[in-house]
């Protein structure tokens, strides 16, 4: 089992920035994916950002240019840093992650392991 940690969210007001957190633990078969997903009320859950073993990066359109993907392989952590947030940013953001996997597309489909997510809401 693969355990997965959000933190760093928060309340800010449109054109401001956040950076969230995410630490994987466990049972962790190299190279793993990870990703961060969004949620609000009424929706579906949507890919924001992913980053394969590989370290190839994929974005939403919605987020590109303004949200940057990283991560920490010693330390099994991946940071979302979110620039520029507007309002239709606000949602709960859920981090994930896959075992011994090079390539991962931008679904949820693709990830087995799940946070609890952490709240962002962007005021107007």
């Known amino acids: 089992q693969v355990q997965v940690a959000e933190s760093g969210g928060g309340s800010v007001q449109s054109g401001g920035s956040l950076r969230l957190s995410c630490a994987a633990s466990g049972y962790i078969y190299s190279p793993i994916c990870m990703g961060w997903f969004r949620q609000a009320p009424g929706k579906k859950r949507e890919g924001v950002a992913v980053i394969g073993g590989d370290g190839t990066t994929t974005y939403a359109g919605s987020v590109k240019g303004r949200f940057t993907i990283s991560r920490d392989n010693a330390k099994n952590t991946l940071y979302l840093q979110m620039n520029n947030l507007k309002p239709e940013d606000t949602a709960m953001y859920y981090c994930?992650?896959?075992?011994?996997?090079?390539?991962?597309?931008?679904?949820?489909?693709?990830?087995?392991?799940w946070g609890q997510g952490t709240q962002v809401t962007v005021s107007s």
């Open positions: 994930a992650a896959e075992n011994a996997c090079w390539v991962v597309a931008n679904t949820p489909g693709d990830f087995g392991y």
